[in-house]
């Protein structure tokens, strides 16, 4: 026969904890994201700001997904030891099919970076067509570290956002 006093009391917990979990503590993981279309993300990462959740990068966030570093407030954002920036210029399919840089849209993207990331791709030739990556110390001294949070959703690329985050993507 189980104690119900000790019943109680673990239920009392149990409720206590989830109850100091609000979406104000909750964390949106991004990892292993390529990127895609810009305007998707763009719309992807205003919801999110307007969530007020962490956003927390936790492996590969690449291409269009950089422009959480514009979106996002920084002291919204927190990088683990796994995550990696991937930066290049934004691009075009011409009507034959190729690729072709949109000088523009790749100014737009790079002013919208900040500072110090603006700095660290200058320092490595600009945005081009091929992609150069920020991780480990020189990412970790840009962003402050991940610990553990109360309520982390993934976020896997293409999603828009976890279900519990009251957020509706595409």
Not at 95 to 109: D, F, H, K, S
Request: charged content about 15%; glycine content about 10%.
């Amino acid at each position: 026969m189980t104690n119900p006093t000790l019943s109680l009391s673990a239920l009392l917990t149990a409720a206590l904890l989830l109850a100091s979990v609000g979406a104000g503590n909750a964390a949106v993981r991004i990892a292993d994201d390529p990127g895609g279309q810009i305007g998707t993300y763009v719309d992807k990462y205003s919801k999110l700001r307007a969530s007020g959740q962490t956003v927390m990068i936790d492996g590969l966030c690449a291409s269009a997904c950089t422009i959480l570093l514009s979106a996002i407030p920084h002291n919204k954002i927190c990088v683990t030891s796994n995550a990696t920036l991937g930066f290049h210029a934004a691009f075009d399919f011409a009507g034959n099919g190729r690729i072709v840089t949109n000088p523009e849209a790749t100014q737009i993207l790079y002013s919208g970076y900040p500072s110090q990331v603006r700095r660290w791709i200058t320092n490595r030739g600009g945005l081009t067509r091929r992609m150069i990556f920020l991780r480990g110390k020189q990412l970790q001294a840009m962003y402050r570290p991940c610990y553990a949070e109360p309520a982390v959703a993934a976020m896997p690329a293409g999603s828009p956002f976890a279900a519990d985050a009251g957020i509706n993507g595409d």
